[in-house]
Each structure stands twice: as C-alpha cells, then as structure tokens.
C-alpha cells in the first residue's frame, strides 16, 4: 500500500473515522510568508508591563505564574492551566484557553478533546513525551467564551516567556481563537489552514481544535490533510539538522 494511503488509513481508525474518504490528492504545498497587520487599538486592553526577570526553567515560570492576578480571570479559574509535555520539544502545540476539563485538572487538552488529540498525535507517530501543548491564555473563561483582548493582552507575559524557554522549531495553532490570537488576524480558520505562516522566525501551522471536531466529526477528514502535512514539514526539519 503506498505510504500516504496507508497513512490516510491508520490516520482516520486513530481518529474515529472508519470509511475512507478520497482525499488522497495532493497538490503542491501552500506556502505563504505571513505579514502581520498593523494592531489595532483597543481601549479595552491595556498595555502590561512584561517583567524581565528570566526564568531559567519552566517549573519557575508555571510557580510564578500560579499565583498570578493581572486580568479579572484570576476571580472566576479554578486554577492557572500552565502548560503540559516535553519542555525540550521541538513542535509546540498551542490550544485558545482552558475548557472546564482543564481548569478542574491543572492540565491542558484533556477530557474527550484531550483524548482525541492524543490519538491524532499517535496517527503521526507522536505522543505527549515528544512535544509541548498550552494554550494562548492560562485561565478558562466563563463559560468557555472566546478571550477578551486585556485578557490575552495579560496573559502574554506568560506566553512570551514560556515560548522563550521552549525554543520550538515548529508550532501548530489548534483552532480559530488560537490562530487569530497569536498570529495577530482577523482572518477565519479556513483562510488560514493549508498555508505556514511565522510568528517570530518560527514556522507555524494551523488546524482545527479537536474539541471542535467532536463536535463537527466530518471535518476529521480535513484534520487528516493537516496532520499529514505538518508530519512531512516537521520530518523536513529534523532531517535537515
């Protein structure tokens, strides 16, 4: 069987699609250098002064952050929901917020969407050991709504510095808010799949975030598109080490 059938094969039994679908076409791949656009001012978000002390690893930054009350999330979270996996990793996987799953465990991506990533990554050959997951602010919003812009303008204190001690070589944004929160867009989720964008010299790969794919099953299929390609970027990278 040829690689990429077999691949479309195992792939889709991982994720829970069991009648193969044709979408074995593959067209050259999308490239696009992404040009991020002027930020607009949002009298709602107002600037937050980044400390510079440098956090020599994670377990400082996450103790820090744990305490932290710099947007009005700290009064609703359970707990801050850090960051999870292999802090040497070279692929990073950054989710919007925490759900309710997350902020009950301290842990992100789990619960049923935590569950279907997992599979997802075993499709490619991954799993939690070789990369990094978090999410673009650490606190779940009320009632899973998306992040207010003071709420994500805070949180990059966090974010900026956790990125700074991971180092990835490669990330992928899981679903809109994600998407449109790191790489500074208006754009929708279908405009930015299928194209590597950058975000500080990193390349960056966008897809659907699974919670969004138990809920909307028939978009797995395209979920397989994405994964085959950032597996074949991701192997490009490592081979040319």
């Not at 990125?163 to 929708?188: E, F, N, S, W």
Request: aromatic share 8%; with cysteine.
């Amino acid at each position: 069987m040829p690689e990429k059938a077999l691949f479309l094969e195992t792939y889709l039994r991982e994720i829970g699609v069991h009648t193969p679908v044709s979408l074995l076409s593959f067209g050259p791949e999308k490239t696009s250098e992404y040009v991020q656009p002027d930020a607009q001012q949002n009298d709602a978000a107002p600037d937050v002064e980044i400390d510079s002390a440098n956090f020599k690893t994670l377990d400082a930054l996450c103790e820090d952050a744990s305490s932290c009350r710099l947007c009005a999330l700290a009064d609703t979270r359970t707990q801050v929901v850090f960051g999870a996996g292999n802090p040497h990793a070279d692929l990073l996987f950054v989710g919007e917020a925490p759900g309710q799953d997350e902020d009950l465990q301290g842990e992100p991506f789990v619960g049923r969407s935590g569950q279907l990533l997992d599979r997802m990554l075993h499709a490619i050959g991954m799993d939690r050991d070789n990369v990094y997951m978090m999410n673009s602010i650490k606190c779940r919003p009320p009632n899973n709504r998306d992040p207010r812009p003071d709420e994500v303008q805070a949180c990059k204190l966090w974010f900026e510095q956790q990125l700074d001690i991971i180092q990835p070589k490669m990330i992928c944004l899981l679903g809109r808010v994600a998407a449109q929160t790191v790489l500074k867009t208006d754009d929708t989720l279908g405009a930015l799949r299928g194209s590597w964008h950058e975000f500080q010299g990193i390349p960056v790969w966008v897809t659907y975030h699974p919670a969004y794919l138990l809920r909307s099953p028939r978009q797995k299929q395209k979920s397989w598109q994405d994964m085959m390609q950032l597996k074949l970027r991701f192997q490009a990278l490592k081979i040319s080490e």
